[in-house]
């Protein structure tokens, strides 16, 4: 059974940063995706930023320039380093991971970000 486990979330005041960590677990297929999301009260879950397992990497036209998502393969862990935030930025983040035809969530970590 595979488990993404995030941590990092929290308050910070605008043009401040942050870093999230996301951790999966069980059996997982070498070639995947891993990647974050997120969802603001009353919006549609978007996506933030995916990289896959050869290191190409995908972000919301929102966060290029401030976001940066990373991995580490040998632990199967994805990371988003949040620069420059805005109030715009506070939403549940949650940890995405696509392998094979299976989709993964994580239990999501709040970001609130003050102006």
């Known amino acids: 059974q595979v488990q993404l486990v995030e941590s990092g979330g929290g308050l910070v005041q605008a043009g401040g940063s942050l870093r999230l960590s996301c951790a999966a677990s069980?059996?997982?297929?070498?070639?995947?995706?891993m990647g974050w999301y997120r969802q603001a009260p009353g919006k549609q879950r978007e996506l933030v930023a995916a990289?896959?397992?050869?290191?190409?990497?995908n972000y919301a036209d929102s966060v290029k320039g401030r976001f940066t998502v990373s991995r580490d393969n040998a632990k199967n862990t994805v990371y988003l380093e949040m620069n420059s935030l805005k109030p715009a930025d506070t939403a549940v983040y949650y940890c995405h991971l696509a392998v094979m035809v299976r989709d993964y969530w994580g239990q999501g970590t709040q970001v609130t970000v003050s102006s």
């Open positions: 069980g059996s997982i297929f070498s070639i995947n995706t």
């Open positions: 990289i896959n397992s050869f290191g190409s990497t």
